[in-house]
């Protein structure tokens, strides 16, 4: 059956709510590594990795291949948040390869198994633990979507979904981002300022919330002195450190966490997308264990960790994180993919390079112009998207394990579309 045929359905049925299916408008129905095919036999370079749930690529055979072990074992399917084998493995597996080579002593609490979950876990444990109600959120900020997530989040047009007043959305003062301002602007000098002027009229914090690279905010990056810098005024100020680690962690900022090498201590971080290292729901909250308050089901819910997922991550930290040599690959593929995206802001005037790693874009000015360059890729076999304040940034979210020669191709398919976009663009301005 055709992807027009099968269309159909999703047009009576499905929810106007939907989006990237407007973008991508073809129905897809297998996908391996770093490619995806249509129902007509066509293939895809994926750059968009489900929004970095799929670090890993599609279907990895070793993490499918355990996952329909445990299944065809009778393995535990779900069990709420019970002991099983798959858990205690998993636990291990992260202490192990993560934690403790790190030196981090974080418990992990298994949230609902969305991101957004984990970020509500986060600022109500933060409330908790420093009796204070306010949290210090950022510009082009990205948390969630549920209403405490959403209160953290900048972006008017996902607030809009609140209902008109947003009077769920409180308890939280907006700041300016690293660099929010141009580079002539120090943003931290600024929160110091406010928050430590006692008539500023912004409440104490009980925690500062920040991602070090905003995936939906444009991928800006934050400089290393701004990050140290919050965690230190953090601690100056008897407040939290939360770092949302959500898009950016799993090796997408070229390290497993996006604020290594950095000297902050953060006292929680959530994980999600590729947590499950195979696009199952998993999220989890890091938790100090002097912070670790909570009182049996004070966060709970049905869905508290994923048995299936717990046998995928587990292979996905023993597969590419026991030692460095996978984080050298990172290395370098962040050079190939700068060096790629370099060549395409050259072909449009004042596009600026964004974000670091494996988690970079070009900011071509236009929200108009960024949407046509992605529409053309995806006529040309690319999957690809946008972001930023006002959709101006084209961003690259290719999984981590593509190949150089399939990278290679999808930037010569990016460069080739900026080309033909930019060349309409100049026609109709003119």
Not at 337 to 357: F, I, S
């Amino acid at each position: 059956m055709s992807s027009e045929t099968l269309k159909s359905i999703f047009e009576t049925r499905e929810s106007q709510v939907r989006s990237y299916c407007r973008s991508f408008d073809t129905v897809f129905t297998k996908a391996s590594g770093s490619e995806m095919t249509n129902t007509d036999g066509k293939t895809y370079i994926d750059f968009l990795a489900g929004c970095s749930s799929l670090n890993y690529g599609h279907n990895d055979p070793d993490m499918k291949q355990a996952l329909v072990d445990h299944i065809l074992g009778d393995g535990i399917a779900h069990g709420l948040d019970m002991y099983t084998d798959t858990k205690a493995q998993f636990l291990q597996a992260y202490e192990d390869i993560i934690l403790k080579p790190r030196g981090m002593s974080h418990k992990i609490m298994m949230t609902g198994p969305t991101g957004t979950n984990a970020v509500e876990a986060a600022i109500k444990l933060a409330r908790k633990v420093t009796g204070r109600r306010n949290i210090i959120s950022f510009t082009n900020a990205f948390h969630g979507m549920t209403m405490g997530a959403l209160s953290l989040t900048g972006n008017a047009g996902k607030r809009a979904g609140s209902g008109n007043s947003n009077a769920g959305l409180t308890g939280v003062t907006h700041m300016p981002y690293d660099g929010a301002f141009g580079d002539g602007v120090d943003t931290l000098e600024h929160l110091r300022m406010m928050l430590t002027n006692p008539s500023s009229g912004i409440d104490a914090p009980a925690a500062f919330i920040f991602e070090p690279i905003q995936g939906e905010g444009g991928l800006n990056a934050a400089s290393q002195d701004w990050i140290e810098g919050i965690g230190k005024l953090a601690k100056e100020l008897g407040a939290l450190v939360i770092v949302d680690d959500i898009q950016s962690g799993c090796g997408r900022s070229g390290t497993y966490f996006g604020f290594e090498g950095m000297d902050i201590d953060p006292d929680m971080i959530t994980q999600a997308k590729s947590l499950s290292g195979f696009g199952l729901p998993f999220a989890a909250l890091l938790i100090k264990p002097e912070l670790d308050i909570w009182k049996p089901a004070e966060h709970n819910g049905t869905f508290r960790g994923n048995t299936h997922a717990f046998v995928t991550a587990r292979v996905a930290l023993e597969k590419f994180w026991k030692n460095d040599s996978f984080q050298q690959e990172l290395a370098d593929k962040a050079l190939i993919l700068t060096a790629g995206l370099q060549a395409v802001a050259d072909e449009v005037h004042g596009a600026k390079l964004k974000g670091r790693g494996l988690m970079q874009g070009v900011d071509v000015g236009s929200g108009e112009l960024a949407s046509d360059i992605c529409a053309r890729c995806f006529e040309n076999g690319l999957i690809i998207e946008t972001s930023g304040a006002h959709d101006e940034v084209v961003k690259v979210l290719a999984p981590l394990t593509t190949p150089t020669k399939t990278f290679q191709t999808g930037l010569e398919i990016l460069l080739d579309a900026t080309r033909s976009a930019t060349a309409q663009h100049k026609i109709a301005a003119e």
